[in-house]
């Protein structure tokens, strides 16, 4: 109960059910746009929580590629159309890689970390584009999806893959955030600001880098899987080093005040980039960095901040004043 009365949790929940009836009156370039954000703020998110224990992961894009390859080949190879199923392969696939993997990268930091997460994603993204299995340098298309074994006529087929975007973020946002509140969330920032004290407390720092590589890894698993089951396509470029600076490039520009400000940070990259496009389109590149180097100097927090700052003012506003009487009695 005290979770479910978290403020974070509540605006999450509200925001959910405020986009579910609000898509009806959105337009198409808009629904999607917002998918494709929602999914690219999965990965930026599990980035984060990374950050939390001082890691900078470069290998968010191995699992969202994992994630992409998990609706795009149970569709193709195994004839599983359900979106909710599809997602669930792509996660466990994921959980294995990173089981597997993880005990070696928890042993790094700095670094040899992000290079070492890096090159993992570089390596599956060269034996894709060789491989048959994975489509080569084409790719695999998406067919349609059902849901919970409801096929969606094409009236509500968007509707319904919206539906599905939203409700995803909704519920691994609340558990991330969660978990974030946790006492092992909490760790995580211990291992940042002192990983030899937390040794000292009886902790296992190769243990919480390994957990929480793994929660990350289920992170993007299912961000490749609704980006996938949106553009009904995936591609071995879903692996490439691009796409993994790309959500660094969301977590730097959003902060890491709140589990929201990945999701902040994607729409407003993601709006950015389709507006700078379409104004400048030889140059939106240049007005991408221009605003990233706005936000560092003038919101060195991120965007995320204006969240905290809000809750601030908003609690300051609440907070009663002593009376004349009260006053009198302090001075």
Known sequence: M????????????????????????????????????????LPALGCMIML???????????YYFLGAYGVALAHEYLGVSDAVLAIVIGAVASAIVA????????????????????????????MAVKMDLFGRSDGLNVGRLTYFGITPSRA??????????????????IATHIYLRSRFGKLLSAIEDNE?????????????????????????????????????YADP?????????????IVLISGQASVLSPLFGSVFLETLRTYASAFFPDEWQLV????????????????????????????????????????????
């Open 196 to 232: 030899t004290r937390v040794e000292y407390l009886g902790w296992s720092v190769k243990r919480a880098v390994y957990i929480n590589y793994i929660v990350a890894a289920i992170l993007g698993s299912a961000g490749g899987s609704l980006a996938a089951a949106a553009a009904r």
């Open 237 to 249: 470029s879903l692996a490439y080093w691009t796409t993994s600076g790309e959500f660094v490039f």
């Open 156 to 173: 509500w087929s968007q509707t319904s893959l919206f539906l599905l975007c939203v409700w995803v973020w909704a519920i691994l946002g």
């Open 52 to 62: 939390r224990s001082g890691l900078l992961s470069f290998g968010q894009g191995l």
């Open 99 to 126: 089981v597997i993997v993880g005990p070696f990268l928890a042993r790094y930091r700095g670094i040899f970390f992000a290079m070492l997460t890096l090159a993992l994603s570089m390596v599956v993204y060269g």
């Open 2 to 41: 005290r979770h479910l009365l978290d403020p974070t949790v509540l605006v999450v929940l509200a925001g959910a059910i405020l986009l579910s009836f609000a898509q009806s009156m959105m337009p198409g370039w808009v629904t999607y746009l917002l998918q494709i954000a929602i999914a690219a703020s």
């Open 288 to 331: 991408l960095g221009a605003v990233m180097l706005v936000i560092i100097l003038f919101l060195p927090r991120g965007l995320g901040h204006l969240f905290v700052l809000a809750r601030r003012t908003i609690t300051r506003g609440r907070t009663p004043r002593p009376s004349p009487e009260t006053e009198g009695r302090q001075s």
